[in-house]
C-alpha cells in the first residue's frame, strides 16, 4: 500500500524559514517524481513544485521559485521542501504527492494527509 | 504560464442525477488533464488521468472526455458520496495549474 506521510509544518514568523518532510512507502519511490502541491485556508489547490526520479530536474511555481527548493534522498524514501523566506500568503496544507511516471508531465496518483504551515507573527 | 478556468464554479444537483463539470485551458494541453475530489479535510483524490482515463479503483460512474483546450467531466448517475469538491489539473507544461474547483452540493 503506498503511504507518502508529511512532517515539519507549524508556526512561523514571516521571513521564517521550515524544512518539509514526505515519508514514502509502499512503492519504489526512486523511480517516480515527487511533488508538492498546497491549499491556503478555505482555498483550492495550488501546484508548489517538482522534482523528478534521480532528483537532476526541478521545477517550480513562480510564487514560490527562489525561496522554495525541492530535494529528495532517495536512500531514505523521503522526499523534502525547504521553504524560506516566509510570507502570510505561503501559510497553507502542504501536501506531497507520488508522480505516475519519472519525470514531469503525469499526474498525480497518491496524496499525503498534508502538513500545516502558518505564517504569522 | 497555462491557465485553467473551471465551470461551474458551486453545482446543485440531486442523487441520481447526471452532472458535467467543463474544464477550459488558455492554449492546447494535447489530453494532459486530470479530474480529482476532494472532501473537507481530506487530500485530493485522482479520479481521471490523461483527459478519460479512469482512475484503479474509481467507479465507472465517473468518466472524462476532451482535448486541446476544452475538457468535461461527467457523473452520471450521482451518490451520496459524490458530493465534494472537484478540480482539473493540466499538466501539459512544466508548470502544472490547477482550476479553481467546482463544489457539488445536494439541491
Known amino acids: 500500500e503506498v503511504q507518502l506521510l508529511e512532517s515539519g509544518g507549524g508556526l512561523v514568523q514571516p521571513g521564517g524559514s521550515l524544512r518539509l518532510s514526505c515519508a514514502a512507502s509502499?512503492?519504489?519511490?526512486?523511480?517516480?517524481?515527487m511533488t508538492w502541491v498546497r491549499q491556503a485556508p478555505g482555498k483550492g489547490l495550488e501546484w508548489v513544485s517538482i522534482i523528478s526520479d534521480s532528483g537532476r530536474t526541478t521545477n517550480y511555481a513562480n510564487s514560490v521559485k527562489g525561496r522554495f527548493t525541492i530535494s529528495r534522498d532517495n536512500s531514505r524514501n523521503t522526499l523534502y521542501l525547504q521553504v524560506n523566506s516566509l510570507r502570510a500568503e505561503d501559510t497553507a496544507v502542504y501536501y506531497c504527492?507520488?508522480?505516475?511516471?519519472?519525470?514531469?508531465?503525469?499526474?498525480?496518483?497518491?496524496w499525503g494527509q498534508g502538513t500545516l504551515v502558518t505564517v504569522s507573527s | 504560464d497555462i491557465q485553467v478556468t473551471q465551470s461551474p464554479s458551486t453545482l446543485s444537483a440531486s442523487v441520481g442525477d447526471r452532472v458535467t463539470i467543463t474544464c477550459r485551458a488558455s492554449?492546447?494541453?494535447?489530453?494532459?488533464l486530470a479530474w480529482f475530489q476532494q472532501k473537507p479535510g481530506k487530500a485530493p483524490k485522482l479520479l481521471i488521468y490523461d483527459s478519460s482515463r479512469l482512475q484503479s479503483g474509481v467507479p465507472s460512474r465517473f468518466s472524462g472526455s476532451g482535448s486541446g483546450t476544452e475538457f468535461t467531466l461527467t457523473i452520471s448517475s450521482l451518490q451520496p458520496d459524490d458530493f465534494a469538491t472537484y478540480y482539473c489539473?493540466?499538466?501539459?507544461?512544466?508548470?502544472?495549474?490547477f482550476g479553481q474547483g467546482t463544489k457539488l452540493q445536494i439541491k
Open positions: 492554449q492546447s494541453i494535447s489530453t494532459w
Open positions: 509502499g512503492f519504489a519511490f526512486s523511480s517516480y517524481a
Open positions: 489539473q493540466q499538466y501539459n507544461s512544466y508548470q502544472n495549474t
Open positions: 504527492a507520488k508522480a505516475q511516471s519519472s519525470v514531469s508531465g503525469t499526474a498525480f496518483d497518491y
